[in-house]
């Protein structure tokens, strides 16, 4: 009886362990089936784009990304992304500040509004500008008569990036902001400050890396947005077409390589975005 140990003893270390044995179990499973999920559907696309870019050597290579066509739709795309970020974060900062820091008639109704473009489908985004400014749309003929153009002209595809991309500084911001309060803004204007001085000095600094990881995804999905932009552009080579266009064009004339090739310009300011989206998160974490 001496070395006797009692069954209850024993019960709670072993089945401590047996959980622990799940759980460790249960996370390598899900860590794998992540790890082939991203690989089936991220790595394996980008090895081949690559791969199809160099299939047929450096020389073609160039020569795609060189051409007239294509560096038209690379300053194209870069235009429009330098016209609307800016716009969209001024939107953005204005609209987190007016929903987190006033008490207003309609605010539920802006928060709607900032959110409708992730409900509509951008082809359904293009089409409306189409239905407004096209030349039988409501607006049409007036442009006509003054000789002002925007639907298959710059300032549609201006106006359809706009209207996909203006979400996502207001939303980043909004919570953000929601979660700090008015504390320290309240406080600065008990001590005198006013207007632009408090977002200046107070709010700024405590939302400046959530800014500025709104502005990295406004950013990208201005240089990657399709479909709004396909609808009122036109796809005239040269003029309104960006690099999302000016590839599927390329595929569909069965020029593989050089739509690859133009792909992976895509795919090298998408890693850039993404090297400095990595490194906000860490800032705005820390």
């Known amino acids: 009886m001496a070395g006797f140990v009692p069954l209850s003893a024993k019960k709670p270390s072993t089945v401590r362990q047996r959980k622990v044995n799940e759980s460790s179990v249960m996370k390598w499973i899900l860590?794998?089936?992540?790890?082939?999920?991203?690989?089936?559907?991220?790595?394996?696309p980008l090895v081949v784009v690559i791969t199809e870019a160099l299939k047929k050597g450096w020389g073609v290579y160039i020569e795609a990304i060189g051409d007239p066509d294509a560096l038209s739709a690379l300053k194209l795309t870069l235009l429009v992304a330098l016209i609307t970020v800016p716009l969209n974060t001024i939107f953005g900062v204005a609209a987190a500040w007016a929903v987190t820091k006033f008490k207003f008639r309609g605010k539920q109704l802006l928060i709607t509004l900032i959110d409708l473009p992730f409900a509509v489908s951008p082809v359904i985004g293009g089409l409306i500008y189409v239905l407004v400014y096209g030349a039988n749309g409501w607006l049409g003929p007036w442009l006509q008569e003054h000789d002002l153009k925007v639907i298959f002209a710059l300032p549609g595809i201006i106006l359809a990036t706009l209207f996909v991309t203006f979400p996502f500084v207001a939303r980043e911001?909004?919570?953000?902001?929601?979660?700090?309060?008015?504390?320290?803004?309240?406080?600065?204007v008990m001590l005198g400050a006013?207007?632009?001085?408090?977002?200046?000095?107070?709010t700024l600094p405590n939302i400046k890396w959530g800014l500025l990881y709104g502005i990295i995804l406004c950013n990208?999905?201005?240089m990657g947005e399709f479909g709004a932009v396909s609808v009122v552009s036109g796809h005239i080579r040269g003029e309104t077409n960006t690099l999302p266009l000016h590839v599927e064009i390329l595929y569909n004339e069965y020029q593989f390589s050089?739509?690859?090739?133009?792909?992976?310009?895509?795919?090298l300011l998408a890693l850039v975005t993404?090297?400095?989206?990595?490194w906000f998160t860490r800032k705005s974490q820390h």
Request: hydrophobic share 65%; aromatic share 10%; no cysteine.
């Open 274 to 278: 993404l090297v400095f989206k990595s």
């Open 258 to 267: 050089a739509s690859f090739a133009v792909a992976s310009l895509l795919l």
């Open 194 to 202: 006013r207007g632009f001085k408090v977002f200046w000095k107070v």
């Open 173 to 188: 911001l909004i919570p953000l902001m929601e979660d700090q309060g008015q504390q320290e803004e309240e406080a600065a």
């Open 31 to 44: 860590i794998g089936a992540a790890v082939l999920v991203l690989l089936w559907l991220i790595v394996l």
């Open 220 to 222: 990208a999905r201005a």
